[in-house]
């Protein structure tokens, strides 16, 4: 079983929907949980990081339940621009990162 | 530009070649991590350093790579006879260490692979 697990898609959607991602981490000390966005063929940037409380960054909403060990992203009025990789990312104690395969965006007119 | 740069941007090889990558991280962050990213999936750790000290190999880190970051500035990786297998982006990551936790990685543009 991977230790961060993500649905490849790809998803398709047309401008404007809002569209949701989620993903599952097998570790459960865990220490602290992001989302990256990776353009074609360039590096990871950081998108935001996820708290239990959820939190909030413009059209951007990210959730962690540390229960379930589930993350989830919501992106509401998809633009063209977001098209992109979505890379679900657990940090561990170390500081090592562990990167799910990554959801594809793909944003139509 | 004082992000994270990696050299080369692009090598191909023969297989059997040895191939040394360089990153130079953001100047004064103490921590250095490098990972391997194939076609379709998320990058995989493989290896940090903290200043000098290389203190984690991932499984992944066969004995044809070895990397290093001798004055806790800029790293190598070197890959001894290379595989197909190792065609991938290298990623290099930098980030500094505040009272014991590590902040946010800041990614190089990567080396891409191609073993021929």
């Known amino acids: 079983r991977k230790e961060v697990e993500q649905d490849p898609g790809p998803f398709n959607v047309p401008e404007g929907a809002t569209v949701a991602f989620n993903c599952t981490y097998s570790?459960?000390?865990?220490?602290?949980f992001f989302w990256y966005r990776q353009d074609c063929r360039k590096e990871p940037k950081l998108l935001m990081s996820?708290?239990?409380s959820g939190n909030e960054d413009g059209r951007f909403t990210a959730q962690l339940n540390r229960a379930s060990q589930y993350i989830s992203l919501l992106i509401r009025d998809s633009k063209l621009s977001d098209s992109a990789t979505y890379l679900c990312?657990?940090?561990?104690?170390?500081?090592?990162?562990?990167f799910g395969q990554g959801t594809t965006l793909q944003v139509k007119p | 530009d004082t992000g994270v740069s990696q050299d080369p941007r692009h090598k191909i090889t023969k297989r059997g070649q040895n191939v040394t990558f360089r990153c130079d991280p953001i100047?004064?962050?103490?921590?250095l991590y490098w990972y391997r990213q194939t076609l379709g999936q998320g990058p995989e750790f493989l290896t940090y350093?903290?200043?000098?000290?290389?203190?984690?190999k991932s499984r992944l880190l066969s004995d044809r790579f070895s990397a290093e970051r001798p004055k806790g500035s800029f790293s190598t990786l070197e890959i001894q006879r290379t595989e197909q297998g190792d065609s991938a982006m290298y990623l290099c990551?930098?980030?500094?260490?505040?009272?014991?936790?590590?902040?946010?990685?800041?990614f190089g543009p990567g080396t891409r692979l191609t073993v021929l």
């Open positions: 996820v708290y239990s």
């Open positions: 100047s004064e962050h103490n921590r």
């Open positions: 570790n459960s000390a865990s220490q602290s």
């Open positions: 350093f903290q200043n000098e000290a290389q203190l984690e």
């Open positions: 990551a930098s980030s500094a260490i505040w009272g014991g936790t590590p902040n946010e990685q800041f």
């Open positions: 990312v657990v940090n561990e104690s170390t500081g090592k990162l562990i």
